[in-house]
């Protein structure tokens, strides 16, 4: 049966965060797109289904339940990494049943909007019996199995897009945001840092390749003790489950080595503005022996910053788990199954009442 696609609504459905803002910049995109297939009938609405990668796509199409939805067609934007063997999956089209799952992880963490808006168009032209034109430097291999199409992610650096869409997937400038407590407890212990003379005296002597190795540490600090304070690393329970784990260590790591060196970078021009701002500088030649440049309130800010991290790391214990959680994939994928649990106790308590 054919179908008109000019005519077709279509339900986007968004997990919940940066996913979220895809699904409602792709729902204004196609809107406003008079040559798109969708025309102007696209709503959206934003849930995460308690399922998870190794969930199979007919149980995913069982949980969505496209069928009561009133729209023609049902495309779900998950954060979930979804995998055919070990090449990840961009989109899964089941036909008969309307729905198209589209895993934005697979797609890497460039150009995401254009490729999420790409493959809503194939995914409405699939349910249509009219399959669209692929996009020529994407790539993607399709493989149909009767009524399911399958959207393989290009085999060329598939992890590496994969870890990168997870990362993506994390906003790991949410860390910042996340942890203003602890850039209040650096931020104070390296401006009484600046007070002391034998903070200007080690930064005056310590060197470029002394304050690398120390900027490197604190960082590594900070790091390690997010993931312990907040008990962040994911711990296999089978060896059939390390291959995952690994990558949601590895998109964990790389999230906040992004946010703490952001936190860094922050805390350092801080640092530098109240060196530049309050410590007069006639002290510090009085300390240093040497007269006072620019240069010397940088090296100062560098090393005081590095202090400051560490003492940070300290702070991270301050922070509220949920905050630093967010960032993680991991964590982020188990609170699916919180709420789900959450929302069917409430119905229960409901109901008893």
Known sequence: MHTDPSSQSVLVIADPGATEAIGKRLSESLSA???SAVG?????RSHAYPIDE?????????TVDPDSASEDVVIYLTDLVRRSGTTPLVAEIHLSKRLGVISIPGMGAASVDRRTRDLARMVVAEVSSEPGEQPATERIHRVQDDDVVHYLAPSRLSRLRLLAGMVYANRPWRVVAGMSKVMM???????VSL????MWQLSDMMGPWRLSVATVLSIAALIAWLIIEHDLWERPPSREERERAVLYNMSTVVTLTIGVIVF???VFFLLLLTAWWTIPPDMVTDQIGDPVDFWTLVVMAWLVASVATLGGALGSGMEDDDAVRAATYGARQRQRFERDDDGDR???TSKSR
């Open 185 to 191: 407890a650096a931020f104070a212990t390296g401006a």
């Open 33 to 35: 797109d008079s040559e």
């Open 54 to 62: 190794d969930t199979d796509f007919s149980d995913v199409v069982g």
């Open 346 to 348: 409430r119905s229960a």
């Open 195 to 198: 007070a002391y003379g034998t």
């Open 40 to 44: 102007r009938q696209v709503s959206t």
């Open 264 to 266: 860094y970078v922050v």
